[in-house]
């Protein structure tokens, strides 16, 4: 089992930053790559930012120059730095990682639960 922990959303006006974070936990193998996805009202869920153990970083276009994604991987926890935040990037954003549990032979995707990002014009 993986457990993935995401923190650091909330209310922020256009032109702000938020930081958002995200701590792995629980019977973790390896992780190949994690990111964040988000899902806007009446939408669906999108890729916003990966990066890969190796530290190779994916952007939606949308977010490109704005958003920053690192990770610490003795920690296996990610992060999410958004900054000239826009209304359009209000969503709930999701921590996803992609690894082996402990004794497992095929990839697995885990996700948690979710944290608000609102940005107000």
């Known amino acids: 089992q993986v457990q993935l922990v995401e923190s650091g959303g909330g209310l922020v006006q256009a032109g702000g930053s938020l930081r958002l974070s995200c701590a792995a936990s629980?019977?973790?193998?390896?992780?190949?790559?994690m990111g964040w996805y988000r899902q806007a009202p009446g939408k669906q869920r999108e890729l916003v930012a990966t990066i890969t153990s190796g530290g190779n970083t994916d952007y939606a276009d949308s977010v490109k120059g704005r958003f920053a994604i690192s990770r610490d991987n003795a920690k296996n926890t990610v992060y999410l730095q958004m900054n000239s935040l826009k209304p359009e990037d209000t969503a709930v954003y999701y921590c996803?990682?992609?690894?082996?549990?402990?004794?497992?032979?095929?990839?697995?995707?885990?996700w948690g639960q979710g944290t608000q990002v609102l940005v107000s014009a």
């Open positions: 629980g019977n973790i193998f390896s992780i190949n790559a």
């Open positions: 996803n990682a992609v690894g082996y549990t402990v004794g497992s032979i095929r990839v697995g995707n885990f």
